[in-house]
């Protein structure tokens, strides 16, 4: 049996991949120990895939939930979701972040509801960092006089495995579209590896079509437990 881990930024899984290493070169060597990037779409239905002898599990942004924990927990302009589970010390799952519909009164007094809509369509738009969040309603509303006052928007905090399995419980005609933005820094790492000439084949066509992009570690869990414990 073997385990692939997917995760959310390319710091962690670099790490994790180095750790490895440095324990046991050769059977990381042997156990093929590599950072690949691919789409969430992929990672997704390989997470969702019962019938493989490979186990796959979604790793947070670990720098992201120490920031939710200890940086912004406390912020009035975040709002949690009323299934999400989280202490003072712990988060489930990735974090992510959907910004909240504004409603405003217009120059007739009437109640006008404003919908963030930074991909100019009507796809809900779900952050798994507040960074780009916070900087996407920036942009937002330089184009919309009435917001410009509001210089943070109100965040819904959600987890991003639960999201996934409410979308499944969905009706179709509940469904809504989304779309996913991650973090810069994943971007720009996984558009670094994909350059690389020796980049894994197959998962080259799904990087290059797919967004957002997770850092994909694939080990051999039967030999793991020899290889962190190798003296």
């Known amino acids: 049996m073997s385990t692939g881990l997917f995760f959310f930024h390319p710091d962690d899984a670099f790490e994790f991949k180095n750790f490895i290493k440095s324990v046991n070169p050769l059977a990381a060597e042997q156990m093929e120990v590599n950072v690949e990037p691919v789409g969430l779409h992929f990672a997704y239905k390989m997470n969702r895939n019962v019938f493989s002898d490979t186990q796959f599990a979604f790793i947070p942004d670990f720098k992201e939930v120490g920031d939710l924990l200890f940086k912004y927990r406390r912020n009035k302009y975040l709002t949690f979701h009323k299934d999400q589970y989280y202490g003072k010390k712990f988060f489930q799952g990735q974090p992510i972040y959907i910004i909240q519909p504004i409603t405003l009164k217009d120059q007739n007094g009437e109640l006008n509801t404003i919908k963030f809509t930074g991909l100019n369509d009507n796809r809900e738009v779900i952050f798994?960092?507040?960074?780009?969040?916070?900087?996407?309603?920036?942009?937002?509303?330089?184009?919309?006089?009435?917001?410009?006052?509001?210089?943070?928007?109100?965040?819904?905090?959600?987890?991003?495995?639960?999201?996934?399995?409410?979308q499944e419980r969905l009706n179709k005609k509940d469904f809504k579209k989304f779309v996913v933005v991650t973090n810069k820094k994943a971007y720009l790492a996984a558009k670094e590896l994909v350059a690389l000439p020796d980049s894994n084949s197959f998962f080259k066509p799904l990087k290059l079509n797919m967004k957002p992009k997770l850092f994909f570690v694939r080990l051999w869990v039967k030999r793991l437990f020899s290889t962190l414990t190798y003296e």
């Open 128 to 166: 798994t960092n507040i960074e780009a969040a916070n900087k996407s309603w920036t942009n937002f509303i330089k184009n919309n006089s009435q917001l410009k006052s509001i210089k943070k928007p109100t965040l819904l905090v959600y987890n991003l495995e639960s999201f996934l399995k409410d």
